[in-house]
T-cell receptor
Framework: GIQVEQSPPDLILQEGANSTLRCNFS?????LQWFHQNPWGQLINLFY???GTKQNGRLSATTVATERYSLLYISSSQTTDSGVYFC????????????FGRGTSLIVHP | NAGVTQTPKFRILKIGQSMTLQCTQD?????MYWYRQDPGMGLKLIYY???????DKGEVPNGYNVSRSTTEDFPLRLELAAPSQTSVYFC???????????????FGDGTRLSIL
């Protein structure tokens, strides 16, 4: 099956710093999502981004489908950005089944 | 707006017991999903439903059953609990198929299940 690898596995930042999270995948995909899981375990969709670039406030994401990777940028990080960031990919062919990476754990210190 | 509501939040089961994890949504979404999340891992899809009366297997369906008699409810049944089913279970719903029309999934807060 498709492999999804996220890096780095852990990241510790001071408030105000910028960061880049990476998601590599091993096959062509129909779609790619980024999620944030906060320290209380709640999950939020951040982006659907099969290709191109999207921005939402301090967060932006870029997917280069031909090179099989996606990047999530967090600028001016805040303590509320702490948690785990997952990327998940969906193969084509009518699949409903996402394959998740193991996540990047982010801690932002005040 | 309640969104997606899961009950219970926590449960401890003995091996061989059965239980039903409840999930209900008030957004009139056709698509609903059950995931499990093991420690240090991402989510894995157990079952999904594209509408009332229609369900299908995801990546890890063994040991689970689902039903979808109404648009609102999508319960997950464990018939013979095993230690390997210790996990956090998330229910989600969406207006359209995952990834289509840029519609997000809305997640419940999860059910933490331990089987001893």
């Amino acid at each position: 099956g498709i492999q999804v690898e996220q890096s780095p596995p852990d990241l510790i930042l001071q408030e105000g710093a910028n960061s880049t999270l990476r998601c590599n995948f091993s096959d062509s995909v129909n779609n790619l999502q980024w999620f944030h899981q906060n320290p209380w375990g709640q999950l939020i969709n951040l982006f659907y981004i099969p290709s191109g670039t999207k921005q939402n406030g301090r967060l932006s994401a870029t997917t280069v489908a031909t090179e099989r990777y996606s990047l999530l940028y967090i600028s001016s990080s805040q303590t509320t950005d702490s948690g785990v960031y997952f990327c998940a990919v969906i193969l084509g062919g009518g699949s409903y089944i996402p394959t998740f990476g193991r996540g990047t754990s982010l801690i932002v210190h005040p | 707006n309640a969104g997606v509501t899961q009950t219970p939040k926590f449960r401890i089961l003995k091996i061989g017991q059965s239980m039903t994890l409840q999930c209900t949504q008030d957004m009139n979404h056709n698509y609903m999903y059950w995931y499990r999340q093991d420690p240090g891992m991402g989510l894995k899809l157990i079952y999904y439903s594209v509408g009332a009366g229609i369900t299908d297997k995801g990546e890890v369906p063994n040991g689970y059953n689902v039903s979808r008699s109404t648009t609102e409810d999508f319960p997950l049944r464990l018939e013979l609990a095993a230690p390997s089913q210790t996990s956090v279970y998330f229910c989600a719903s969406s207006y359209s198929r995952v990834g289509y029309l840029n519609q997000p999934q809305h997640f419940g807060d999860g059910t933490r299940l331990s089987i001893l």
